[in-house]
């Protein structure tokens, strides 16, 4: 039994060390996300796995290694096989760029001691042109080094224990199809594959673009005994540096292994990518600059031009209170375009409080664009909360308010369009054809039902406070709606005479009331009978150019009611038409006469 477990120790120190010694002897890395590497200088390892060794900053170095060394037994004979996809990006395509890479076997990670410029991190200032010993360098140098009487162009190079090169060649692969070298521009910022192999006697250095397989001929073959110039352990990495030169230097993917056959494949798909180099911008003369300079100048002046005038022209008034009547907002475009520009042929009426236009949305929607003039702000946004729930008022002897848009001294309201114009135009300018009897007594009853809709359907009671017979329109087949609705609300200091900002409304229609205690549903009322007696008499509440006696209607109505003499007060239009035994008149006459402050009713 003691037998046995001896056995199964000893086998299992065995495999562990091989596999130790499997794990130590070679590594892949698909990008650097998870690798084992020391990184000083410039390089870092970037996200996404790309291990960067160095930008654009001048006269510097970078350097990455495998952390875990590789120990060299006396009697082992040193081998080793790596393959490294690397990218050299200039700083802008074409472009001259520094100074290089290095793939480095060195018995020490600590390379401080290296130079920038052509030393490429590696090796230092004194060792120029003397021995530096235990180092081999496979350079891939982007600059010429007429120093070291080598390639004074771009260059692959062999260097062992000094900078200058044992064997060195341009950066190209072994074409099989074509059966010659294909040269590579190390600059390009194009991924380059690079493999090393070195079995104890022969270096073999190859190169190929991404999508090229190893060559079947490498670039540089050398024969080297590096058992003679490493002895103990030994480390594998890269080294970079720039000068006045720069670039960005990329190692994308790394395979490295002891023996050959356990070489693992590089997955290419994996491999991050590295960034390419900007275009390099082509020199421009002096005059053709001056020449686009003045152009995005002239194109600068047209472009704010036109921006002003454009902002000029539909320029609107938004504030964040506004947001929640988005429904009930509209451009100002969208009217100045549906009324042609507020062309004065779609002028339709003209009143105390602006002038009225009729206009066509889309859809051949006909509207009535209301201009109001304002100076202040104060109250505005009560006055659009007013406005908004008026629009959503319904009664069919009510004219739809649809809604509104703001601009700087300026307010337009929108509502629906009625084609037979006002009702003032058939009493007072003589437009055919003239209202009979009937249609005026059908007309009053509209306008009744729609006040008594504004005081009593509605959810909270509103107000109209400026009922008269040019806010009062009628539709298609003739029927009364009233508009206007809540308009005399809205101060306006250059409304003509016949409104006042004290007691809101126009003189005439106003209860003599009001002046002390305000507006309510019964000054409403007041107002309506004022308009029945404009509708009736065929007259305004107050005409100066008439005899003292006639000026004011309801005072001339109330004394030809005491002379008993009412029939007398009638519209002279109505000819025949108004017959003495329909009492209809008489008695509203009557009733109105006798009103007195806000305790009347009106009957019809």
Not at 35 to 52: E, R, V
Not at 128 to 147: A, R
Not at 246 to 270: H, M, V
Request: hydrophobic share 40%; glycine share 8%; with cysteine.
């Amino acid at each position: 039994m003691d037998c046995r477990l001896h056995l199964v120790l000893i086998f299992s120190c065995i495999y562990l060390t091989c596999l130790s010694s499997q794990q130590e002897t070679r590594f892949v890395y698909n990008g650097f996300d998870q690798a084992n590497l020391f990184t000083d200088g410039l390089a870092k390892i970037l996200p996404g796995g790309l291990l960067q060794l160095t930008n654009t900053t001048e006269r510097q170095t970078g350097h990455a290694f495998f952390k875990q060394p590789f120990d060299l037994a006396p009697s082992e004979s040193l081998s080793f096989y790596t393959h490294f996809v690397c990218a050299l990006v200039p700083p802008k395509l074409g472009a001259d760029g520094g100074h290089g890479i290095a793939f480095v076997v060195s018995p020490s990670m600590n390379l401080s001691n290296g130079s920038p410029t052509q030393y490429l991190g590696v090796f230092s200032i004194p060792t120029n042109g003397t021995s530096s010993p235990h180092l081999l360098v496979i350079e891939l140098d982007t600059v010429s080094t007429i120093e070291f009487d080598v390639l004074e162009k771009p260059h692959v190079g062999i260097s062992v224990n000094n900078p200058l090169s044992v064997e060195s060649a341009l950066p190209s692969y072994f074409s099989s199809a074509l059966g010659n070298n294909v040269s590579i521009n190390l600059l390009s910022g194009e991924p380059i594959q690079v493999w090393v192999d070195y079995d104890g006697s022969l270096l073999d250095v190859s190169l190929a673009p991404i999508n090229i397989k190893k060559p079947n001929r490498p670039l540089m073959s050398r024969s080297i005994n590096l058992s003679e110039i490493f002895q103990d352990e030994i480390f594998f990495g890269f080294s970079a540096s720039t000068g006045k030169l720069t670039s960005n230097q990329y190692i994308l993917g790394w395979s490295f292994s002891r023996s050959k056959e356990l070489l693992q494949t590089l997955d290419l798909s994996k491999l991050p990518q590295a960034p390419l180099p900007k275009d390099k911008p082509e020199k421009l003369s002096p005059l053709l600059i001056g020449l686009v300079v003045l152009l995005v100048i002239l194109v600068l002046i047209v472009l704010g031009g036109l921006y002003l005038y454009r902002r000029n022209k539909y320029g609107e008034v938004r504030e964040s209170w506004e947001k929640e009547y988005g429904p009930h907002r509209f451009s100002y475009k969208s009217l100045y375009k549906a009324t042609n520009g507020f062309s004065r042929d779609g002028l339709i009426g003209r009143g105390g409080f602006g002038e009225v236009y009729k206009g066509t949305l889309p859809l051949n929607r006909h509207i009535a664009v209301k201009r109001l003039s304002h100076d202040a702000e104060q109250g505005m946004q009560q006055f659009v909360a007013e406005v908004v729930t008026m629009g959503s008022l319904q009664h069919r002897n009510l004219v739809t308010l649809l809604g509104y848009c703001r601009r700087k001294g300026e307010l337009l309201l929108v509502s629906e369009y009625m084609p037979c114009g006002s009702l003032d135009q058939y009493l007072f300018h003589n437009r055919n054809p003239s209202l009979s009897w009937f249609q005026r007594i059908s007309i009053l009853n509209d306008i009744a039902s729609a006040i008594n809709y504004l005081h009593t359907g509605a959810r909270t009671a509103v107000l109209h406070r400026d009922i008269k017979a040019s806010n009062v329109m009628l539709d298609s087949e003739g029927n009364g709606r009233l508009g206007d609705f809540g308009m005399a609300g809205f101060h306006d200091p250059r409304a003509n005479l016949s409104s006042t900002a004290a007691a809101v409304g126009t003189i005439g229609y106003m209860a003599p009331e009001l002046m002390t205690m305000g507006t309510s549903t019964k000054t409403d009322v007041y107002a309506f009978g004022a308009f029945i007696l404009e509708v009736t008499c065929g007259r305004r509440p107050v005409e100066p150019e008439l005899p003292e006696e006639k000026q004011y209607l309801v005072k001339w109505v109330f004394e030809c009611w005491r002379r008993d003499s009412l029939l007398e007060t009638r519209d002279q239009r109505l000819g025949g038409e108004f017959v003495s035994e329909e009492r209809t008149l008489a008695r509203f006459l009557t009733i109105f006469s006798r009103y007195r402050g806000f305790y009347a009713s009106v009957i019809i």
